[in-house]
């Protein structure tokens, strides 16, 4: 196979041939959500135009072509986590919802007083909210594993932490503001001794990462369609098919019944007792292309070639006086957050975007991690694979041109 060709994937990301203000768009919020490529598009296009009907639900042609177009889509999921079963892979809006979803039907049923959850100071609210209102509800007690100073995981008080107690172990695959990659498996490892379950929580893992659900052993793994170049409104929930058999539904409605009486109501098989009405049939066959997309782009080299472009990014910020990194972990991925002490990251935010560059400022849905770090927020840069070398300079420049700016 030929090796990753940044120029030619940038050819197949329509909505970066554009200007923002006068200025060539340079779109460094990846870790928010990724541009979709042309693949993905006409996959959601033909879909519409040739074959728009619902699935499971009637005997015409049109609705067959979607059904096994939309299940298709849930065997390349399944090829790409490399699930045992593809009952294994349920849809949902996104990685928030699957958290959910796991939190209500799993969590509600089996949680109750003086169990222990543990999820890492790095969550996401997504990851962290629902274990939240869980815990409120059942009695459990929510436990925090600290990080160390350079922003990784404190392994020595997980093991510390990991107790008869322990339910539940749920934390992420990479941070979304140090761009930590926790060491996952051994997270796993180590719960599973404890006789607790795992939830890892791969957003912003999937574009970067060969993932392997039976290799990290986990018991649930969930991640989001728009950040591996794929639609917004789809995600995924990986479950081991045993544990998804004990669990009830946590939505009620079309397609996840058996059978229906006035009086009562018996649930179909997993997945489809977790998929309550119409499901997000055109987003599901986006996801796929998307999936087929990011493996070709893999087997070129396009990670090889990110980490290149986070390490120039990483280099120019260091030489920037006034710029201070936000943690320094052993391996990082995806994205570098910043604080500027002499300005607010949101000035800084609308200044670049007036030159046309696309970063993110804010808390990131990590309130709490921010806060302990005794910020307001950060700005966060997150390239893509279809970003530059000349992008990542141009962005160094804008930045240092902001704080002059601004300094006035």
């Given at each position: ?22 200025y ?5 919020d ?9 693949v993905?598009l ?14 499971h ?22 090829h790409?986590l490399?699930a045992?079963?593809?009952e294994?892979?349920?849809?949902t ?43 409120l ?18 392994l ?9 107690k322990?339910r ?15 060491p ?14 795992t ?15 039976q ?37 009620f ?6 059978r ?9 098989r ?20 998307a ?17 290149q ?33 002499q ?22 849905c990590?309130m ?21 070398d ?19």
């Amino acid at each position: 196979m030929t090796a990753f060709d940044v120029w030619q994937v940038r050819q197949q990301f329509p909505i970066l041939d554009q200007q923002i203000n006068g200025y060539p768009l340079i779109y460094l919020d990846n870790a928010a959500t990724t541009q979709k490529p042309e693949v993905v598009l006409q996959a959601m296009d033909r879909y519409y135009r040739n074959d728009n009907a619902n699935v499971h639900r009637s005997a015409h042609a049109l609705a067959s072509r979607a059904t096994i177009a939309f299940e298709s889509a849930r065997d390349d999921v399944t090829h790409f986590l490399n699930a045992a079963h593809r009952e294994e892979i349920i849809w949902t809006r996104g990685t928030t919802e699957a958290i959910n979803l796991v939190a209500y039907a799993w969590g509600l049923a089996y949680l109750q007083q003086g169990d222990e959850i543990l999820i890492s100071a790095m969550e996401h609210h997504a990851n962290l909210v629902p274990w939240q209102q869980v815990a409120l509800k059942t009695g459990a007690r929510l436990r925090i594993i600290p990080l160390q100073e350079n922003g990784d995981l404190d392994l020595f008080q997980y093991r510390q932490m990991l107790s008869d107690k322990t339910r539940l172990v749920a934390v992420t695959q990479v941070s979304n503001v140090l761009g930590t990659v926790n060491p996952v498996k051994e997270i796993v490892r180590l719960a599973h001794e404890a006789g607790a379950l795992t939830l890892i929580d791969g957003a912003q893992a999937v574009a970067h990462n060969h993932i392997d659900v039976q290799a990290l052993d986990c018991d649930f793994y969930v991640f989001s369609g728009h950040k591996v170049y794929g639609p917004t409104g789809i995600g995924v929930l990986y479950g081991k098919q045993a544990l998804l058999n004990t669990l009830d539904p946590w939505q009620f409605g079309g397609e996840m019944i058996e059978r229906v009486t006035y009086e009562s109501s018996t649930f179909n098989r997993p997945p489809f007792r977790f998929e309550a009405g119409t499901p997000p049939i055109a987003e599901a066959i986006g996801l796929a292309a998307a999936l087929k997309f990011i493996r070709e782009q893999m087997a070129k080299g396009s990670e090889r070639y990110h980490q290149q472009l986070l390490q120039q990014l990483v280099n120019g910020l260091t030489a920037i006086e006034g710029v201070h990194i936000i943690g320094n972990p052993v391996t990082r991925q995806g994205v570098v957050s910043i604080s500027l002490p002499q300005f607010h990251h949101h000035d800084v935010c609308q200044f670049l975007d007036a030159q046309g560059v696309a970063v993110r400022s804010g808390h990131h849905c990590a309130m709490p991690l921010i806060e302990a770090l005794g910020l307001s927020g950060t700005l966060r840069i997150s390239p893509g694979i279809y970003n530059t070398d000349q992008e990542i300079m141009l962005f160094l420049s804008h930045l240092q041109q902001t704080m002059e700016l601004l300094d006035v």
